[in-house]
């Protein structure tokens, strides 16, 4: 309709001042005006001079006159607002309620591929409420790139290697006393945790003896004896010593262990995973032939760096002095790689925002080396997620846990829902899926909801609201359009054309809202931002609740109006459950 529009409104100029006019801008029309889609006639007067509201009246006429769907206009000031014809709208609606698939685009066999990286965790500790949202974050956008049109695959890094990784082995060596996530009935990640926090806590005693002793802090901090083990035993790894690797690649398992079980309850999954002890040594070649062309320059000690002072940065290292990699050698190699192994047009990073110079560098260096790719390279920078109760440390054992939070957003959907005192029939099975479809779809949605540059301050209470823009909200709609469906006694799925159909304006503004649903998914694709799909799924599910109470859709004693309301409804529901499937939360057919 816009495209048509567009192209009418340019004939218009060239027919009436002989002008061509690049672009047309248009904007949803004023609740206060009428109309259904108003064009901004202030951007034209760089090409035609003139008063805008008679430039605007002169297109209306000639849109009126021209344009079938175009039914009347008016002009307000510099804002030329358009009336779209009844039968246009049923019949923009029959073309939405016939297509399934309705917003969502499959890629072409010839398409070439997006990577979207999230989660990379350490093996060190379990997941908890950052590693959340960049999981959110990064399985949603990975979906709404793939109904964009787009091939996708997506991936993990893990860091499984590193002094932190030796930390966590060597306290289990001395304190664990042999066991296992079998022993203790514990997740794998959560035992390996408990063995970082442990590290830490001795690590501190040592240092108050070493203090105590007459050692200065930033002695004893360098000379702790648990700290000298740690890096002993990182150095027995680097040489392969068989002890050191074979407990390595144990406790690992069991921390993978545990991450799959935290991945199955959030609902998100990878199609590669990458490790970082495969790829600590990627990077270094390409730095070498770098160097011989001049993109990076050798200092005296030896190590190699680059500089990107004319871009405004500054010198940045790429490989020590002793030939070891450091982070960017090891990130400059994997992303080669992985565009190798996947043929890849785009790669997406999902990073919170405390590496954004780190990627801006990343993507420099790559350019300079010659990878066109390397503007196709994103940064998904996110904002961290605080709790009223402050913010999270690691070693200090102080995280939200994910698994805990899952379970805590499951006992509030629990204890909210069996106040509300709506469960009569549910079988206790029942219940319980219904508690986790609400939880967890709270969780996603009130992280989801918010542009993820932005900080977010998480309250599980809060979340868990069936009114306002929530999840449990828009999933309460959703079932409630299940309920109609379930009760409509009559056949519903039949075209009905533009001459029996006349339309009520609240059933014109769920029409129109559905209409924006697949340039949403573009836009949403195009700025990484499943805020977008969000936002757009409240704003249809508050325009069909306000038609919902206006008018009545079975109840009505005209069946036209009651087969057209019902199979409004229906592609309403079809559209939700789509939108929230992009964002990884599920809907219920009763609540």
């Known amino acids: 309709m816009q495209q048509k529009i567009e192209l009418a409104v340019k004939d218009a100029f060239k027919t009436i001042y002989d002008v061509e006019i690049p672009s047309v801008e248009f904007q949803a029309t004023r609740k206060d005006f009428e109309g259904d889609i108003t064009i901004v006639v202030f951007a034209f007067l760089r090409h035609v001079k003139g008063n805008p509201v008679q430039i605007g009246t002169n297109i209306g006429a000639y849109l009126k006159e021209n344009v079938d769907d175009v039914s009347d206009f008016n002009v307000v000031k510099g804002f030329l607002n358009l009336v779209i014809s009844n039968a246009s709208f049923i019949k923009g609606f029959n073309e939405i309620y016939s297509n399934d698939s309705f917003g969502v685009i499959a890629p072409s066999a010839n398409e070439k591929a997006e990577m979207v990286e999230y989660s990379s965790p350490n093996t060190n500790k379990p997941l908890h409420l950052g590693h959340i949202r960049n999981n959110l974050l990064g399985f949603s956008v990975a979906e709404i790139i793939a109904a964009s049109g787009k091939k996708v695959y997506k991936t993990q890094i893990i860091n499984d290697r590193g002094i932190h990784i030796c930390k966590s082995m060597l306290a289990w ?9 079998e022993s203790t009935r514990l997740k794998g990640d959560k035992l390996v945790g408990n063995y970082y926090v442990k590290f830490d806590q001795e690590y501190k005693k040592e240092i108050a003896n070493l203090i105590a002793d007459g050692a200065t802090e930033e002695e004893a901090k360098k000379n702790a004896p648990l700290l000298l083990e740690a890096q002993e035993m990182l150095r027995k790894w680097e040489a392969g010593d068989d002890k050191v ?45 770098g160097l011989e062309s001049g993109v990076f320059f050798k200092k005296e000690d030896g190590s190699v760096w680059i500089d990107l002072t004319d871009e405004g940065l500054d010198e940045k290292i790429v490989l020590r002095s002793d030939g070891t990699a450091v982070y960017m050698t090891q990130d400059i190699g994997t992303a080669i790689e992985r565009f190798k ?31 066109d790719w390397a503007a196709n390279c994103f940064h998904l920078s996110y904002g961290m997620v605080d709790l009223p109760s402050g913010k999270m440390k690691s070693r200090e054992g102080t995280v939200v846990d994910a ?28 219940k319980e899926a219904l508690y986790r479809t609400i939880g967890l779809g709270a969780l996603k949605y009130y992280i989801l909801k918010v542009d993820p540059k932005k900080r977010i301050l998480f309250d599980p209470k809060e979340s868990i609201d069936f009114q306002g823009n929530t999840g449990p909200f828009i999933q309460y709609t959703y079932a409630r359009i299940q309920s109609i469906l379930r009760k409509a ?60 109470q206006t008018v009545p859709i079975l109840g009505s004693t005209v069946e036209v109006e009651k087969v057209f309301r019902t199979r409004l409804s229906k592609k309403v529901a079809n559209v939700i459950k789509t939108a929230f499937g992009l964002l990884g939360i599920d809907v219920p057919s009763r609540m």
């Open 173 to 181: 060596e001395k304190f664990g006393n042999g066991e296992t996530p």
């Open 245 to 289: 690797v074979t407990l390595w690649k144990e406790m690992n398992q069991w921390v993978y262990a545990g991450f799959d079980a935290t991945y199955k309850e959030l609902g998100v999954d990878f199609d590669k995973n990458y490790y970082e002890s495969n790829t600590y040594l990627l990077g270094k070649d390409v730095v070498a032939n």
């Open 341 to 371: 192994d996947f043929d890849l047009d785009a790669l997406t990073y999902t990073v919170g925002n405390e590496q954004d110079y780190h990627f801006k560098v990343l993507f420099l260096i790559l350019n300079k080396l010659g990878f």
């Open 403 to 430: 698994d805990d939070l899952i379970v805590e957003m499951v006992n509030t959907a629990r204890s909210i829902s069996e106040e509300l005192g709506k469960l009569e029939g549910y079988s206790n099975e029942e």
């Open 489 to 548: 006694d009559f056949e519903y799925n039949v075209i009905l054309s533009e001459a029996e159909v006349s339309l009520h304006p609240k059933e014109k503004e769920v029409i129109k809202l559905l209409q924006q649903f697949p340039e949403v998914i573009q836009n949403a694709a195009k700025n990484h931002s499943p805020a977008l799909i969000a936002n757009y799924t409240y704003d249809l599910v508050k325009e069909y609740n306000s038609f919902y």
